[in-house]
């Protein structure tokens, strides 16, 4: 027990201002609580990959029965995963460049390779016709990191608005460069000879949305009004654009 015989009651005053003091401080905290708990839920939402796997495989099977709906996907029964749903092979052939743009891109996802499902990348190798292009595009759920395996590239990217700055280099064999998720982006083969690149992506299926096509080959169309007006051009030649996609 404590000794009484010291003790001083407290004053109407000094009680209050011992109980304001308390009441203060817990008003910060939970204010800084409250702070914290939303800082932590702004982070989960800004997450700019895909969310992160709740198990060691999702092989991604197009029967539903028995099985369990994530990522977009339903998954096969772990205890019956193979080697078979994580591999692919062919990526060492070229892909046929014979198109407007004489580029081609194939395509590693998780349509290809089951077991990506859940994994959050992805990749694919892009061919290049002396000249040829990938024409500018998006891709709007990943980063793209590429490197040129064969051949010279002149690859950028435009940062968003109201800068709009092109940001561009002249890539060699073995170099590497990287494209922010949801920027506009190209690559060009400014070489005599043909290229070859590869690049990973940060997501199991990037998507990805080509800046032409999408604006001048919507179906159905999108009014020639509306492309006069924001590209600036005359009528005619907006519906001369939209008849060659």
């Known amino acids: 027990m404590f000794p009484m015989q010291n003790f001083t009651p407290l004053t109407s005053t000094q009680r209050f201002v011992i109980v304001g003091d308390t009441t203060l401080t817990m008003k910060k905290g939970v204010s800084f609580l409250v702070t914290v708990a939303l800082m932590a839920l702004a982070s989960s939402l800004a997450s700019a990959s895909d969310p992160s796997p709740l198990q060691d ?27 078979e749903d994580f591999f692919s092979s062919g990526l060492d052939k ?11 891109v194939t395509t590693v996802n998780v349509d290809k390779i089951k077991g990506l499902n859940t994994l ?14 990938n024409p500018p595009h998006t891709h709007p759920r990943a980063t793209e990191i590429l490197t040129v395996l064969e051949g010279t590239l002149y690859v950028g990217f435009v940062t968003s608005n109201t800068e709009n700055r092109l940001i561009s280099k002249v890539l060699n064999k073995g170099d590497v460069f990287v494209f922010p998720i949801g920027l506009i982006h190209f690559q060009f083969n400014i070489g005599k000879t043909n290229a070859v690149a590869i690049a990973a992506l940060s997501s199991q299926n990037p998507g990805v949305i080509t800046i032409a096509n999408a604006v001048f080959g919507s179906d159905p169309p999108i009014n020639p009004d509306v492309l006069t007006r924001a590209f600036q051009l005359d009528k005619s030649v907006v519906k001369y654009l939209q008849s060659r996609f």
Not at 94 to 104: D, E, H, L, Y
Not at 120 to 133: A, K, L, T
């Open 57 to 83: 495989t999702c092989v991604a099977i197009d029967e539903p029965k028995d099985a369990v709906f994530v990522n977009g996907k339903f998954c096969k029964d772990p205890k019956l995963t193979m080697a």
């Open 94 to 104: 070229p892909g046929n460049t014979s198109n407007q743009v004489r580029s081609n």
């Open 120 to 133: 959050g990348i992805s990749m694919v190798r892009i061919d290049y016709e002396p000249y040829g292009q």
